[in-house]
């Protein structure tokens, strides 16, 4: 893992009410350089989420579950998207593009359980789907 990206998830782990602002600033490409504080609008996630399980609803004729899509948005949100954002701030478009990818790629091959997929259903397709993730398996990280 990156050196910075290891600095960042123990920052995020050890202070969970942290302002970003600092992490943008320590995390810098330089001491000299200041960033605006990111803003992370769950609301985007949620509907990237949304429009995923609706595709797959009605392609798969499954239902996804409240559970699933919580499991979704809290993990890429707080893995994924900041930790990418507070190291890459100038991309927050390429990570954005890539998580709807991959959230569609997920739901796609998540084995249901009883006609619905759960958050445990989700949890094992992306561990199964990881290494064609492109969130994830990229030499950024």
């Not at 290891?6 to 782990?13: A, D, K, R, T």
């Not at 593009?97 to 790629?105: G, N, S, V």
């Amino acid at each position: 893992m990156d050196e910075r990206f290891e600095q960042i998830f123990e920052f995020l782990y050890r202070g969970p009410d942290a302002d970003y602002r600092e992490q943008f600033q320590y995390f810098g490409p330089s001491p000299r350089v200041r960033y605006q504080p990111i803003s992370v609008d769950s609301t985007i996630m949620q509907g990237m989420i949304d429009a995923a399980a609706s595709s797959v609803e009605s392609s798969r004729q499954l239902r996804v579950r409240p559970d699933a899509r919580l499991w979704l948005k809290l993990n890429f949100i707080d893995m994924i998207l900041v930790p990418y954002i507070l190291r890459y701030p100038d991309r927050a478009e390429t990570i954005i593009r890539r998580i709807q990818d991959d959230l569609l790629t997920i739901l796609r091959e998540a084995e249901p359980s009883a006609g619905e997929l759960s958050g445990h259903d989700v949890l094992r397709a992306t561990s199964e789907q990881w290494p064609r993730l492109s969130s994830a398996n990229n030499e950024e990280w």
